[in-house]
């Protein structure tokens, strides 16, 4: 049951970011300013929420990552793309890539990729 649960979330969020996606690519401009105002702020907050969970804890471990067994340095993967996305490639548009599934916070172009592949 977990699984399919976990594909249901995980699809209905590559439609929601293929939707939005589609509309930064389509929109007219109002629909745009519209979309804009109403999801960037929740985009925002959930790069928030993610990256908190990934703070590093007193001796510099990614609290998320880290396992008794395996300790993860941070800054982690989650903070390394957080970077790339948010800071590093916010000043010149890079295009779209198709990355797996394992590969946090990847980037997607906007055609569908079916379910199994993911």
Do not use: F
């Not at 702020?41 to 395996?70: Q, Y």
């Not at 990355?99 to 990729?113: G, I, K, M, W």
Request: glycine residues 6%.
């Amino acid at each position: 049951m977990d699984e399919i649960l976990g594909q249901v979330l995980r699809d209905a969020v590559w439609e929601r970011l293929d939707m939005l996606s589609e509309l930064a690519n389509h929109a007219d401009a109002p629909s745009l300013l519209s979309v804009a105002r109403s999801e960037l702020p929740r985009l925002t907050e959930g790069w928030r929420s993610m990256l908190a969970a990934h703070e590093p804890d007193d001796r510099g471990n990614c609290r998320a990552c880290s396992t008794r067994w395996r300790q993860q340095k941070a800054p982690c993967s989650v903070w390394r793309a957080a970077y790339e996305h948010l800071v590093a490639g916010g000043l010149a548009p890079q295009p779209a890539a198709r990355h797996a599934v394992d590969e946090p916070l990847s980037v997607r172009s906007t055609s569908r990729v079916p379910a199994g592949a993911r």
